[in-house]
């Protein structure tokens, strides 16, 4: 069983910034793909970015790429969202997830098994 904590949101500004970070117990994280969801309130839950398991891939959704960067660090076991530039529409509750089989497109949630219980991020304007 994978156990996955994300850390880092908060209330910011518009243009402002924020790290978020997902720390997991596993032995080995570089086995898994990491990717980060999230979710606005009456909104279905949306991919936001992925990186493959040895981290040389990465994936955004179109309305972050250039803003946001997604980055793991197998040492500390550990994977990490960028995000610069924010915008009220980012606001949601982002989600840390892990897939170590699926070999499916990183942007369906289906593909992953293990989730994080989530960090609220709220950007006002």
């Known amino acids: 069983q994978v156990q996955l904590v994300e850390s880092g949101g908060g209330l910011v500004q518009a243009g402002n910034s924020l790290r978020l970070s997902c720390a997991a117990s596993?032995?080995?994280?570089?086995?898994?793909?990491m990717g980060w969801f999230r979710q606005a309130p009456g909104k279905e839950r949306e991919f936001v970015a992925a990186i493959s398991s040895s981290g040389d891939k990465t994936y955004y959704t179109d309305s972050v790429k250039g803003r946001f960067t997604i980055s793991r660090d197998n040492a500390k076991n550990t994977a990490y969202l960028q995000m610069n530039s924010l915008k009220p529409e980012d606001t949601a509750v982002y989600y840390c997830?892990?897939?170590?089989?699926?070999?499916?497109?990183?942007?369906?949630?289906?593909?992953?098994?293990?989730w994080g219980q989530g960090t609220q991020v709220t950007v006002s304007s």
């Open positions: 596993v032995r080995t994280l570089s086995e898994y793909a």
């Open positions: 997830t892990a897939r170590k089989y699926y070999s499916g497109s990183y942007s369906q949630a289906i593909g992953y098994d293990y």
